[in-house]
Protein backbone atom coordinates (compact mmCIF):
# COMPACT_ATOMS: atom_id res chain seq x y z
CA UNK A 1 0.00 0.00 0.00
CA UNK A 2 0.82 3.89 -0.33
CA UNK A 3 1.20 3.94 3.32
CA UNK A 4 0.95 2.37 6.68
CA UNK A 5 -2.72 1.69 7.80
CA UNK A 6 -4.38 0.90 10.70
CA UNK A 7 -7.62 -0.40 11.61
CA UNK A 8 -9.95 0.14 13.81
CA UNK A 9 -9.47 3.83 13.68
CA UNK A 10 -11.77 4.03 16.65
CA UNK A 11 -12.29 1.37 19.10
CA UNK A 12 -14.50 1.78 22.61
CA UNK A 13 -14.80 -0.81 24.83
CA UNK A 14 -15.71 -1.78 28.47
CA UNK A 15 -13.09 -2.20 31.11
CA UNK A 16 -11.97 -6.03 31.00
CA UNK A 17 -12.85 -6.91 27.21
CA UNK A 18 -10.38 -8.12 25.19
CA UNK A 19 -9.09 -5.42 22.40
CA UNK A 20 -6.96 -6.55 18.48
CA UNK A 21 -5.64 -3.75 16.58
CA UNK A 22 -4.49 -4.02 13.74
CA UNK A 23 -1.50 -2.53 11.57
CA UNK A 24 -0.64 -3.22 8.03
CA UNK A 25 2.87 -1.69 7.43
CA UNK A 26 4.60 -0.23 3.88
CA UNK A 27 5.23 -3.28 1.82
CA UNK A 28 8.91 -4.46 1.94
CA UNK A 29 9.25 -2.91 5.64
CA UNK A 30 10.93 -4.98 7.92
CA UNK A 31 10.87 -3.43 10.71
CA UNK A 32 7.59 -2.51 12.93
CA UNK A 33 7.25 -0.75 16.03
CA UNK A 34 3.92 0.02 18.24
CA UNK A 35 3.72 3.31 20.25
CA UNK A 36 1.38 4.65 22.29
CA UNK A 37 0.32 7.98 22.77
CA UNK A 38 -1.41 9.68 25.38
CA UNK A 39 -3.13 13.37 25.28
CA UNK A 40 -0.14 16.15 25.38
CA UNK A 41 2.51 13.52 25.25
CA UNK A 42 5.23 12.19 22.80
CA UNK A 43 4.58 8.47 21.37
CA UNK A 44 5.48 5.85 24.06
CA UNK A 45 7.43 2.87 23.04
CA UNK A 46 5.47 -0.55 23.26
CA UNK A 47 7.63 -2.84 21.44
CA UNK A 48 9.64 -3.59 18.13
CA UNK A 49 9.17 -6.44 15.35
CA UNK A 50 12.35 -7.05 12.78
CA UNK A 51 10.42 -9.35 10.65
CA UNK A 52 8.33 -11.90 12.51
CA UNK A 53 9.48 -12.22 15.95
CA UNK A 54 9.66 -9.27 18.40
CA UNK A 55 13.60 -8.04 18.83
CA UNK A 56 11.86 -6.20 21.89
CA UNK A 57 9.55 -5.89 23.82
CA UNK A 58 10.58 -4.44 26.99
CA UNK A 59 7.93 -1.26 26.25
CA UNK A 60 5.38 -3.27 26.82
CA UNK A 61 3.25 -2.09 30.42
CA UNK A 62 2.42 -5.50 31.48
CA UNK A 63 1.45 -9.28 30.34
CA UNK A 64 -1.76 -7.93 29.12
CA UNK A 65 -0.14 -6.65 26.20
CA UNK A 66 1.12 -8.78 23.62
CA UNK A 67 1.76 -8.41 19.85
CA UNK A 68 2.06 -10.64 16.67
CA UNK A 69 3.53 -10.66 13.82
CA UNK A 70 3.27 -14.00 12.53
CA UNK A 71 4.28 -13.67 8.47
CA UNK A 72 6.92 -10.60 9.22
CA UNK A 73 4.00 -7.96 7.98
CA UNK A 74 0.73 -7.37 8.90
CA UNK A 75 0.98 -6.86 12.89
CA UNK A 76 -1.78 -7.22 16.15
CA UNK A 77 -1.66 -5.40 19.18
CA UNK A 78 -3.87 -7.74 21.45
CA UNK A 79 -4.45 -6.00 25.13
CA UNK A 80 -6.41 -8.29 27.66
CA UNK A 81 -8.64 -7.54 30.41
CA UNK A 82 -8.72 -3.88 29.14
CA UNK A 83 -8.80 -1.01 32.06
CA UNK A 84 -9.71 2.83 31.74
CA UNK A 85 -5.26 3.49 31.54
CA UNK A 86 -4.98 2.00 28.62
CA UNK A 87 -7.19 4.91 26.83
CA UNK A 88 -4.34 6.17 24.42
CA UNK A 89 -4.39 6.31 20.90
CA UNK A 90 -1.94 3.41 19.80
CA UNK A 91 0.41 4.17 16.76
CA UNK A 92 1.82 1.93 14.12
CA UNK A 93 5.40 2.67 12.57
CA UNK A 94 7.54 0.60 9.46
CA UNK A 95 10.69 1.25 8.22
CA UNK A 96 12.71 -0.47 5.93
CA UNK A 97 15.24 -1.68 8.53
CA UNK A 98 16.04 -0.92 12.42
CA UNK A 99 17.14 3.07 12.89
CA UNK A 100 15.69 4.05 9.17
CA UNK A 101 12.93 6.39 8.75
CA UNK A 102 9.69 5.43 10.61
CA UNK A 103 6.18 5.83 8.76
CA UNK A 104 3.34 6.27 10.79
CA UNK A 105 0.31 5.21 10.64
CA UNK A 106 -2.82 7.20 11.49
CA UNK A 107 -3.68 5.35 14.60
CA UNK A 108 -6.23 3.63 16.79
CA UNK A 109 -8.06 5.48 19.55
CA UNK A 110 -8.74 3.39 21.87
CA UNK A 111 -11.43 4.38 24.86
CA UNK A 112 -12.17 2.28 27.47
CA UNK A 113 -15.19 3.01 29.26
CA UNK B 1 16.72 4.42 31.55
CA UNK B 2 17.22 6.67 29.20
CA UNK B 3 15.20 10.66 28.96
CA UNK B 4 14.98 12.53 26.66
CA UNK B 5 13.93 15.69 27.12
CA UNK B 6 12.43 18.85 25.34
CA UNK B 7 12.01 22.50 26.04
CA UNK B 8 10.30 24.61 25.93
CA UNK B 9 6.89 22.31 25.97
CA UNK B 10 4.51 25.35 24.45
CA UNK B 11 5.87 27.91 22.91
CA UNK B 12 3.58 31.38 21.04
CA UNK B 13 5.08 32.98 18.20
CA UNK B 14 3.51 35.46 15.90
CA UNK B 15 3.46 34.49 12.62
CA UNK B 16 7.12 35.94 10.78
CA UNK B 17 9.08 35.42 14.39
CA UNK B 18 11.65 32.62 14.53
CA UNK B 19 11.55 29.83 16.75
CA UNK B 20 13.68 27.51 18.85
CA UNK B 21 13.09 24.16 20.33
CA UNK B 22 16.23 22.18 22.32
CA UNK B 23 16.18 18.48 22.77
CA UNK B 24 18.39 17.14 25.54
CA UNK B 25 19.24 13.05 25.94
CA UNK B 26 20.92 11.41 29.27
CA UNK B 27 22.70 9.49 26.88
CA UNK B 28 24.90 9.87 23.87
CA UNK B 29 22.70 9.20 20.57
CA UNK B 30 24.03 7.40 17.98
CA UNK B 31 21.60 9.50 15.79
CA UNK B 32 18.90 11.67 16.71
CA UNK B 33 15.42 11.90 14.55
CA UNK B 34 12.84 14.58 14.26
CA UNK B 35 9.40 14.39 14.05
CA UNK B 36 6.41 16.83 13.16
CA UNK B 37 2.94 15.92 14.26
CA UNK B 38 -0.18 17.82 12.98
CA UNK B 39 -3.34 18.55 15.52
CA UNK B 40 -4.99 15.51 15.17
CA UNK B 41 -2.65 14.05 13.11
CA UNK B 42 0.89 11.19 13.12
CA UNK B 43 4.01 12.11 13.27
CA UNK B 44 5.67 12.54 10.09
CA UNK B 45 9.47 11.94 9.56
CA UNK B 46 11.42 15.18 9.27
CA UNK B 47 14.94 14.44 9.41
CA UNK B 48 18.28 12.11 11.06
CA UNK B 49 21.07 13.79 11.83
CA UNK B 50 24.08 11.05 12.52
CA UNK B 51 27.20 13.22 12.52
CA UNK B 52 28.38 15.00 15.76
CA UNK B 53 28.12 19.00 15.05
CA UNK B 54 26.31 18.25 12.35
CA UNK B 55 24.11 20.81 10.77
CA UNK B 56 20.81 20.28 8.02
CA UNK B 57 18.59 22.63 6.33
CA UNK B 58 15.17 22.15 5.04
CA UNK B 59 14.16 25.60 3.84
CA UNK B 60 13.23 27.45 6.78
CA UNK B 61 14.20 24.67 9.49
CA UNK B 62 17.46 24.01 10.42
CA UNK B 63 18.66 21.21 12.92
CA UNK B 64 21.89 20.86 14.75
CA UNK B 65 22.97 17.71 16.44
CA UNK B 66 25.64 18.79 19.80
CA UNK B 67 29.21 17.91 19.45
CA UNK B 68 28.78 15.71 22.65
CA UNK B 69 25.97 13.87 20.56
CA UNK B 70 23.35 14.47 23.46
CA UNK B 71 21.80 17.60 22.52
CA UNK B 72 19.72 18.55 19.27
CA UNK B 73 17.86 21.93 18.25
CA UNK B 74 15.25 22.71 15.37
CA UNK B 75 15.07 26.67 14.48
CA UNK B 76 12.32 27.97 12.47
CA UNK B 77 13.04 30.93 10.63
CA UNK B 78 9.87 33.25 10.18
CA UNK B 79 7.36 31.06 11.42
CA UNK B 80 3.90 30.70 9.27
CA UNK B 81 0.59 28.90 10.10
CA UNK B 82 1.62 26.18 8.54
CA UNK B 83 4.33 25.41 10.76
CA UNK B 84 1.59 24.74 13.42
CA UNK B 85 2.27 21.58 15.36
CA UNK B 86 4.13 20.08 17.84
CA UNK B 87 7.94 18.58 17.17
CA UNK B 88 9.40 15.61 18.53
CA UNK B 89 13.07 14.75 19.14
CA UNK B 90 13.58 10.76 18.81
CA UNK B 91 16.94 8.27 19.57
CA UNK B 92 17.59 4.84 19.62
CA UNK B 93 17.62 3.80 23.42
CA UNK B 94 18.81 0.74 25.25
CA UNK B 95 18.27 -2.58 23.48
CA UNK B 96 16.54 -1.59 20.04
CA UNK B 97 13.73 0.64 20.89
CA UNK B 98 13.29 4.13 20.07
CA UNK B 99 12.90 7.00 23.00
CA UNK B 100 10.68 10.02 21.92
CA UNK B 101 10.56 13.29 23.76
CA UNK B 102 7.72 15.07 25.10
CA UNK B 103 7.56 17.51 22.60
CA UNK B 104 7.24 21.27 21.95
CA UNK B 105 3.76 22.85 20.72
CA UNK B 106 4.35 25.34 18.56
CA UNK B 107 0.91 27.66 18.12
CA UNK B 108 1.84 30.62 15.20
CA UNK B 109 -0.38 33.80 15.25
CA UNK B 110 -1.16 34.87 11.87
Known amino acids: GAGVSQTPSNKVTEKGKYVELRCDPI?????LYWYRQSLGQGPEFLIY????????DSGLPNDRFFAVRPEGSVSTLKIQRTERGDSAVYLC???????????FGPGTRLTVL | GQQVMQIPQYQHVQEGEDFTTYCNSS?????IQWYKQRPGGHPVFLIQ?????EVKKQKRLTFQFGEAKKNSSLHITATQTTDVGTYFC??????????FGPGTRLSVLP
Open chain 1, 93 to 103: ASSFGQRDTQY
Open chain 1, 27 to 31: SGHTA
Open chain 1, 49 to 56: FQGTGAAD
Open chain 2, 27 to 31: TTLSN
Open chain 2, 49 to 53: LVKSG
Open chain 2, 90 to 99: AGPGGGQNFV
